[in-house]
Every structure is written in C-alpha cells, then in structure tokens.
C-alpha cells in the first residue's frame, strides 16, 4: 500500500476493504493513477477528497480503492439510504463500510426522482469529523448528464466545507468505461454481465481562496427557513452565491483533465482556454 510521508501507519480499515473487494468484482480492471499526489498534500491540512459523479459508483469506487490511504475517513451521502429499495447500491455500500463512516446530505423528490439540495447544516458533522482527523470523501455535484458528461456546474457542498481553517482538496475523477449512464441500479445490474473496465485519476492537491465572511452563508441559508429575506440580505446572499459558483466551477477546473474529452462536458473548452491562458 501507497505511504503518504506524512500519515502514520495504520491498519486497513475492514469497512473499506469490504467495500474495496465488492467493486473490485465489478470490474474487469481498475487502474488506478496518480496515487503519488497523495504525497504532496501538506502535514497538518484537513483533506477533502473531491470526486466526479458520473455514475452512482464513483464515490464508493474512490473510497475503496484509495480510503486505506488515509488514517481515517468519512464521505458525504446524497440520501440516507437506510432502505434497499431506495438505492441498493447506497444501501449495501453503507452498511458494508460502516455507517460511522457516513454523512448525509439533504436530498429532494422530484416526480420521483431524487435531487440534491443544498443544506449548510448537513455540512457542520463533516467539519467536526475533520477536526478530528477525518479525510471527507465527497462528490463535487450531485450527478453527471444523461450523456455521462461533466454538467455545467459543481455543487456548493465542498465549497462551503472548505470554508474550515487548514483544508486542502485532492481530486479523483472516476471514469468507467461504458457508453451508457450508470445512474440507474439497473443499469449497474447490467453492467455485471460483462464487467467494466474503470480508471481512477487522482489530480495534485490544491487550496481555495475563502470566501470572505463565507460563515454568513450559513446565517442566511437558516434565515430562509425562518422567514423572508430582507431586501438587503438578498443582495448579500446574491454576492455569496456568485461566490460560492465560482469555487465550484474552480474545483470542476481541477476535475475536467483527469477525464477523457468526451467525458469532460462544457469543461474541455474552459479547460483548454484556461491551458492556453
């Protein structure tokens, strides 16, 4: 196994190793590349590990092949998952990794559909998990494209659990090698049959700039529930979500070259822009 210099030796975490086992099954291959950036991540930093989500596989696939590499780890849900008929794959990757693991993160229904939703409060056992040692594992949006393509955006919920003193992210883009879109289980029962082949990319760690007063977002996001905003903390919140939007479109920007083109959306163009720049 990969030592980061700076991380003491442990014993592999049996929750991880399960889980590693199960998706290793699933796949032809993994490849697994760029483990040496784990090693450039400063001692003392709080990590955040920030992923692609182009199938509901993504997240659990990073946790089980890199999670050994940290002394321990948490990762933020879409759901709860606590039924099987919600989502098997989240049901059973969550009772086989171990629900101390496990952070969840607000979701909504929408024609029965699940959608994330962005609730500052969901974040505050993560920061706390951090504080504690915890490296997070996260998606950086809730879900790819129909096409299986990075969307236009990122989520906000790395961005605000970034807001915590000393965090650093390290991005891992997952690219499994189907043409179609494994958001479904069914699809991912599919899949079984002939056994993909994935590539795990893991990109040098990088900072990002705080956004100033980035606390109050939290303030106001709570005020929402409570009652109308003011016209003036409307203006405020429209600040700090431009804020916030350009954050996770910097960590998108991180994310887009570890993929192959056709995966990278809207981000292959900024990304060469950006390279040209």
Known sequence: MFERPNTPEKKEDPGIARIKFLFEKQFKKVEVVGKENIGEIPQGKKIIVVTTHLSHRDLPLAIGMLGNEFPSV???EASTHERFSENPGGYIGRKMVGEE???SVT???NNGQEQGAFDPEDFEPMKEAM????TIFMAAY???TEDVQLPDHGGYGAVLLAQAPDTIFLPVAIDIKE??????SSAIIRSLAHRPEARVSI??????EKIPEGERINELMKLRKERKLSTEEVKEFSVLSKELRARSDEIMGHLAPLLPEERRGVW???TEQSSEG
């Open 74 to 76: 948490g990762w933020g």
């Open 101 to 103: 693991h496990s952070f």
């Open 107 to 109: 979701t909504n229904r």
């Open 131 to 134: 504080n504690e040692g915890k």
């Open 142 to 144: 809730y879900r790819g």
């Open 179 to 184: 043409e179609e879109n494994l958001e479904r």
């Open 203 to 208: 990109g040098k760690p990088f900072d990002l």
């Open 268 to 270: 292959a163009e900024r």
